[in-house]
């Protein structure tokens, strides 16, 4: 069975935008596990308002627009569930 790690908000960031330097060794560890599918991300809906909440605000700028830069997370293998 595989393991469950739960996101937080920077976390998120610095992995979806490719800045893996930022990230603890505890992140590290659960973004390898899910990257060598023996790990599964959970995203909170707070991280996912705060991520919105700073896009919205200027303090978090995306390449794109937020929901494409969303999108991108779904291609690379994360998927969504309500």
Known sequence: M?????????????????????????????FSAFEHRRGYLVVPAPVVLETWLLAQGGKLRFPTTLDAWWRTLTVRSWSTTP
């Open 2 to 30: 595989s393991e469950g790690y739960v996101l937080d908000t920077n976390a998120l960031h610095f992995y979806a935008g490719d800045q893996f330097q930022k990230l603890g060794p505890t992140a590290k560890r659960a």
